[in-house]
């Protein structure tokens, strides 16, 4: 029964411990309080208040979650404020009640607190339809990528070098592109990158600028988790047009630099060039997240699209998108 469930925003005084216990028992198996920490309370993104929604049951407590973590989006040299949908569960006994499209539903009436024009979310097609019924828009497909460093296929291209940078180069070479670019991006402010590369609480993060035939072609930002026997190596972060070019070069750079990886990851575009371009070099190609929007406020939905002023900012061709982007 409906009337059996209130939504509210999250009380850290109450709600942290059923909600590490729930997402370790619906999506993660290691999330504990220093992830909580790094992810909410050193955000530099963060807000005056927690912004994950509850479903609390009169008698059972706190029973789904859906948590919505600010962020900033740039294109060119404007910034403005988004949130985006990450670490929703709902406990097993109180599924197809339709909790998760309550705290949709909860978010909508409570945009004005938030300072946030838009919401986007990377789902799976579960999650994503519930997302749809409760009035955002699919925007388009990720797939992520695996490759077996042994079974990469040999391919002739440019001379690629690897050099270590630090946190204050990436960000220069980021502002390079980004200052000037039409393309919508998380914006990577210095202490975004510093929160994301150098404080996350488990993650090995590497970052390096790359080099095309002794020439300066972009950057690339790496992390690296061993979960019992498997060790992967994702690439997390990379200039536009950098991994169509000179994929190869980067991963033949990669294994030897991080020699215990036993797979290397990252995301595509559904369809894209760079998804093409990893699939020559042997990835395989697994469909996994759905893209969903909804304007909150100072933006719209109209025919399926959400606008800003008037960009869609649910058209792919108006992003870049990278893994380290999706929460």
């Not at 993660?28 to 963060?46: C, H, I, L, S």
Request: proline letters at 4%.
């Amino acid at each position: 029964m409906s009337e059996d469930y209130v939504v509210r925003w999250f009380n850290e005084e109450t709600d942290v411990e059923p909600y590490i216990a729930g997402l370790n028992r619906a999506l993660y198996d290691g999330y504990d309080e220093a992830v909580y920490d790094w992810k909410w309370r050193k955000n530099p993104n963060r807000l005056d208040f927690i912004p994950i929604a509850v479903v609390e049951h009169k008698t059972d407590g706190p029973v789904a979650f859906n948590s919505f973590l600010p962020v900033e989006i740039r294109r060119g040299k404007q910034v403005f404020k988004a949130i985006q949908g990450c670490d929703g569960f709902v406990d097993s006994e109180h599924r197809r009640r339709g909790l998760f499209q309550k705290t949709l539903i909860f978010l909508d009436s409570e945009k004005g607190n938030l300072d946030a024009e838009f919401l986007m979310g990377f789902n799976l097609v579960e999650a994503a339809g519930a997302a749809r019924k409760a009035g955002s828009e699919l925007a388009y497909d990720v797939n992520k990528c695996f490759l077996k460093p042994s079974e990469i296929r040999k391919r002739r291209g440019r001379k690629i070098e690897l050099e270590p940078i630090d946190v204050e180069t990436l960000h220069t070479l980021y502002m390079n592109w980004a200052e000037s670019s039409r393309l919508f991006n998380l914006n990577r402010s210095f202490d975004y990158l510093r929160w994301r590369t150098r404080e996350h609480p488990f993650k090995k993060i590497n970052i390096y600028k790359v080099i095309a035939d002794e020439a300066p072609a972009g950057y690339i930002v790496t992390d690296m988790v061993t979960e019992g026997e498997r060790t992967t190596l994702t690439i997390d972060d990379y200039n536009p047009g950098l991994i169509s070019k000179h994929l190869r070069g980067i991963v033949e750079n990669l294994i030897p630099l991080h020699n215990e990886a036993t797979v290397i990851e990252m995301d595509t575009i559904q369809g894209g060039y760079r998804q093409r371009t990893a699939r020559a070099l042997g990835f395989e190609v697994v469909p996994w997240y759905q893209v969903i929007m909804k304007a909150l406020v100072g933006t719209a939905q109209r025919e399926g699209t959400v606008y800003r002023g008037g960009l869609k900012l649910s058209a792919i061709r108006n992003w870049h998108l990278a893994e380290s982007d999706i929460y």
